[in-house]
């Protein structure tokens, strides 16, 4: 059903007859790896039966000759505009990923809003092959694992092709990206890669900070600790505005909070003493975001982008100078999703 359905779309799209559509291979997810001077290109193509998956990989000493040796390996030709993801090793990553970027930004068989995901601790052919093995090939897979998230819900942190491009030519900003690996036979979410340009530089696992200094974070849930347990908050509707001064940044963070376990009855009593011990915990969180990127010299929150509005000259250690603050304004919500008013 799946690949009449693919059909249908690019017989749609495209003016082929049906004998050219029977003729193609249809990839849907791409995994580049590179091992001995050699890349390894992984796809997961749309088979002949019904919910039919397979997988095919092709080597060579550059993209363009990895690509042809894998459509060699196929009875029909490759046809790659249907690619929704791409993921790339993490050792790639590290060499750096210009040369990837170049190859599928001149290359029009394929189209540049595709998602990219690296790879942690794993080769791609290797998250390729336990999508396969757990009948999970969909890319939508994937983009779901970020989307749907226990402690976090991203507002709208994407990482396609052209977004990727924008904020590498993008001045005073450095880019992330979203990373899985291999857990129990699965698929899962892994740290957030911090980039220097194009270079991977680190995993992090301070995702929600991130997340929120980013305006990326829709709700985040937080644990609060007490002597009793702990409570349970859910951060939600949050917002940053960010005002620069000289080498001084100012973000003021607004949004509600809802309880969603209390076991602190004791120490918490009121809502007063509740914000103190949210906004001490975020505060927290976020001084960790920023001390990291600061170490990695990568200012992945963008403000060397509203510095370089006033100052077009900036030094290229301006970042690890910079200092900032967060300011917070939260409102607790009751029961009913009022929020309380003091």
């Known amino acids: 059903m799946k690949k009449w359905f693919l059909l249908c779309i690019l017989f749609l799209l495209t003016s082929c007859d049906y004998k050219e559509l029977n003729e193609i291979s249809i990839s849907t997810v791409l995994g580049i790896d590179k091992k001995d001077n050699q890349y390894i290109i992984s796809s997961l193509i749309v088979g002949k039966e019904e919910n039919e998956t397979i997988l095919q990989n092709g080597t060579g000493t550059s993209l363009t000759t990895a690509f042809a040796n894998l ?43 595709f998602y990219l995901f690296l790879a942690h601790n794993v080769s791609s052919k290797q998250i390729l092959e336990t999508l396969l093995e757990s009948n999970n090939s ?47 036979e699965r698929v899962i979410a892994s740290n957030l890669a911090i980039l220097k340009k194009d270079k991977l530089k680190a995993f992090s696992e301070n995702m929600i900070g991130i997340a929120i200094l980013s305006n990326h974070a829709n709700h985040i849930v937080l644990n609060i600790a007490c002597k009793e347990n702990k409570s349970v908050v859910e951060l939600g509707s949050i917002h940053v505005k960010t005002k620069t001064n000289g080498k001084k940044i100012d973000n003021y963070i607004t949004g509600n909070i809802s309880v969603k376990e209390n076991t602190c009855g004791k120490t918490i009593k009121n809502e007063k003493q509740l914000l103190k011990k949210v906004e001490w915990e975020l505060q927290k969180i976020l001084k960790n975001s920023i001390n990291e990127s600061k170490q990695l010299n990568s200012d992945i929150f963008g403000y060397g982008a509203l510095l370089s509005k006033k100052n077009k000259n900036l030094k290229t250690d301006y970042f690890t100078d910079l200092i900032i603050e967060n300011h917070m304004n939260f409102k607790i919500k009751d029961k009913e999703g009022d929020v309380y008013h003091e």
């Not at 969909?138 to 402690?151: A, G, R, S, V």
């Open 138 to 184: 969909d890319y939508n897979t994937i983009t779901n694992i970020f989307k749907y998230n226990d402690e976090i819900e991203f507002s709208d942190k994407t990482d396609t092709l052209t977004e990727l491009v924008d904020t590498l030519l993008e001045k005073g900003k450095e880019p992330t990206l979203n990373t899985v690996t291999i857990s129990k």
């Open 71 to 113: 459509n060699l390996n196929l009875s029909e030709n490759l046809y790659l505009n249907h690619v929704q993801t791409i993921i790339i090793s993490d050792d790639l990553a590290k060499e750096g990923l210009e040369p990837i970027l170049n190859y599928f930004i001149k290359n029009d068989s394929i189209q540049n809003n």
